[in-house]
């Protein structure tokens, strides 16, 4: 596997998990972070190997927001040509489920990573916000407009506007998060999950969580026919074919991709 | 580190945190909640300290909340009350709550206000014989703070949290041990050394399972029984994988005494 400075890659069957290294940083996303991200989760959409991906902060902290001396530096033109949005997409356009796997603070970028997730599993010490008002700034990757999706509009707004943080038990009960968990326990649960995610048919991951996303991006009439076409498309391949005969043959199924 | 309204001595894995204003009845002023906050960071972040003993100097306890720091002129806008919980006294009961290693408490003398409720949030708690716990707040319009609505009934029973609560009487150290308020009693000069019996055993104690058992304890507040059995599940979990509980498992097959690190 390709080596990287600011994330580790750990591959264990087909579950790939990217950690942040940056602690000392508090796991600030500075671009060459967000590009190795996105790189590492290309590489991975690419091969046949993997099929769920976790990202992980550590025990203590998620990722604490963008990392403010490299964007200090930046005026409007280089914000305007700044690359990062780039891989904001990369990272959003990954096929695969992905989980992320949060301890202490997600915070801006931070948050906003997790919420580029399919899933997110919060640890008890977990803590979301979008503090960038406080900067004169606002969230820019998504913060304004996957948080509000997410939580609500009161809870978003409050978030965005005031700079406030919310805790694990806030986050579930407002459905950022699927789970909350011990935080030493909260990468294991995240790559159960993910082990568990990944035995089911690859095809059939690749169209649910495109399914998924449609709801975001269309009215719902659309999302329905995307919805019944990949419904559909499925029922051409053999997994789904394998999937049924072993659930009527009370067996595991053996998903092979095809 | 030195400190001047308070007495901090990390020995042999102990840290001991003396409330040191004497001649105020080791009221809380601002200057004492900075050092307290400094010496509970230190208990916090040190892996070394396994236990901590809260203590005080002089006849009392501690007064809570010293009111010359807070005399409100007539006229004068009031003070904001909420902030000073914000930013004081809640974040002390939360590390006090949430510290994942033992406290004990020996209240040598009064404990009134919310010297009384950082007393009872405290894990283990003496009491000499003539010491007393008030809940003041009562008497001059304000309500019991510093956790005092939540632990009371919890610890009393909702008729006892009450009757503290809205008659302000001094309850005695015997009375607080006969109702479940406090661990033990002692007899005024047998507290100090209890203390330190009990404070030097607990440092040799498996801290990390003894933290748990307070994480675990501390959510039973909140949770319903099958809640509560999950989060047990995911503990005993982490418990199982710590050095302590295969020494302490291996040590009880070969019958010797075990040497737990903490750990």
Redesign the interface.
């Known amino acids: 596997m390709t080596d990287y400075e600011d994330i580790a890659a750990d591959l264990q069957g087909a579950v790939l998990t990217l950690s942040l290294q940056r602690p000392e940083a508090l796991n600030a996303l500075r671009q060459q972070t967000l590009a190795e991200i996105a790189d590492a989760l290309d590489a991975a959409a690419a091969g046949e190997q993997i099929r769920c991906a976790v990202v992980y902060g550590g025990e203590k902290v998620f990722a604490a927001g963008a990392d403010l001396n490299e964007m200090s530096a930046y005026d409007m033109i280089d914000t305007l040509n700044d690359p990062r949005p780039g891989y904001w997409k990369r990272i959003a356009a990954f096929p695969l489920p992905l989980i992320a796997a949060v301890n202490g603070f997600a915070l801006g970028g931070g948050c906003e990573l997790a919420m580029h997730a399919d899933i997110v599993i919060a640890g008890s010490n977990a803590r979301f916000g979008q503090p960038e008002i406080n900067l004169g700034i606002i969230p820019g990757a998504g913060g304004t407009q996957r948080l509000i999706r997410a939580v609500g509009k009161s809870l978003a707004s409050k978030m965005v506007l005031s700079g406030e943080f919310i805790d694990a038990a806030s986050a579930l009960a407002a459905g950022l998060a699927s789970e909350v968990v011990q935080p030493e326990l909260t990468l294991e649960r995240a790559q159960q999950l993910a082990h568990t995610i990944a035995a089911k048919s690859p095809l059939a991951l690749r169209q649910a969580k495109q399914a998924l996303q449609q709801a975001f991006e269309s009215p719902l009439g659309s999302g329905l026919e995307f919805e019944r076409k990949a419904f559909v498309m499925l029922a051409g391949s053999e997994d789904r074919r394998e999937g049924i005969d072993a659930f009527l043959e009370k067996r595991k199924p053996e998903f092979k991709g095809r | 580190m030195t400190f001047e309204t308070i007495e901090f001595v990390v020995d042999e894995a102990r840290a001991k945190l003396t409330l040191n204003r004497p001649d105020k009845l080791n009221s809380f002023n601002a200057q004492m909640h900075e050092e307290v906050r400094a010496a509970m960071k230190t208990v916090q972040r040190d892996d070394s300290i396994r236990c901590l003993l809260l203590a005080a100097n002089g006849r009392g306890f501690c007064a809570g909340q010293d009111l010359s720091d807070r005399n409100v002129a007539p006229g004068a806008e009031a003070p904001d009350l909420g902030a000073s919980l914000e930013q004081r006294y809640n974040p002390l009961i939360r590390r006090l709550v949430k510290l994942e290693k033992p406290v004990v408490c020996a209240v040598n003398g009064v404990a009134a206000g919310a010297g009384a409720n950082i007393a009872l949030a405290c894990d283990i708690v003496l009491a000499a014989e003539s010491a007393k716990f008030i809940q003041s707040f009562c008497n001059i319009g304000l309500l019991p703070d510093s956790g005092g609505t939540w632990s009371l009934p919890r610890l009393a029973g909702r008729a006892r949290a009450m009757g503290m609560a809205l008659l302000g009487d001094k309850i005695s150290a015997r009375q607080a041990e006969d109702w479940g308020l406090i661990w033990k009693c002692v007899a005024d000069d047998e507290l100090a050394g209890t203390a330190e019996q009990l404070t030097r055993h607990l440092a040799t104690r498996p801290t990390r399972g003894l933290g748990l058992i307070k994480r675990a304890m501390l959510a039973s507040q909140d949770n319903s029984l099958d809640a509560q059995l999950d989060?047990e599940r995911?503990?005993q979990?982490?418990a199982g994988r710590s050095d302590d509980y295969r020494e302490g498992v291996s040590a009880f097959m070969d019958k010797r005494e075990p040497e737990f690190k903490g750990r």
């Open positions: 989060l995911d503990l979990r982490l």
